[in-house]
């Protein structure tokens, strides 16, 4: 992944933010069990340092989207989360962050689309409780 500067060289091309995480979770999600850091690299692209990958597996680990098992010296590591899981772990970690909760909530939904709206308000109706059950 390149992209060519003004003077004729090229550099590397920086990744968006979670561009990397999501390829990690991809690259896990097709893994036949358990795969080392390695396996991970080669599936990535092996421009990506070692320590890199064992960087985001850790961080992936951290936010609960990827689980790990000791293997030696080192760890094996499963993916339980998928691109959406990730993202909702995300948007859950920006919103424990802040102190006003209602105001996130309240800005968030005011940008959404219509057809988004009507989206999150099936699913809300779908996750809660029915009266009868209360």
Same mark, same amino acid.
């Given at each position: 992944? =390149? #992209? ?7 550099? $590397? ?7 990397? #995480? ?7 999600? =097709? &893994? $036949? ?42 760890? *094996? ?5 998928? %691109?959406?899981?990730?993202? @909702?772990? *995300?948007?859950? *970690?920006?919103?424990?962050? %802040?102190?006003?909760?209602? &105001? ?6 005011? =940008?959404?689309? $219509? ?11 779908? @996750?809660? $409780? ?5």
């Amino acid at each position: 992944m =390149t #992209e060519h500067r003004g003077d004729g060289r090229t550099a $590397p091309r920086r990744r968006r933010q979670g561009e990397l #995480e999501a390829q990690v979770l991809a690259a896990l999600r =097709t &893994a $036949p069990g358990p795969v080392a850091a390695g396996w991970v690299r080669e599936r990535v692209g092996g421009d990506l340092a070692y320590t890199t990958v064992v960087t985001i597996l850790t961080r992936l680990h951290v936010k609960g989207a990827v689980a790990r098992e000791r293997s030696g010296r080192s760890f *094996r590591w499963t993916a339980v989360a998928d %691109e959406a899981g990730l993202a @909702a772990l *995300r948007m859950r *970690r920006v919103l424990d962050s %802040e102190a006003d909760r209602e &105001a996130v909530l309240t800005s968030f939904v005011s =940008t959404l689309s $219509p057809g988004d709206e009507r989206l999150l308000r099936d699913l809300l109706e779908v @996750a809660e $409780p029915s009266e009868a059950e209360d």
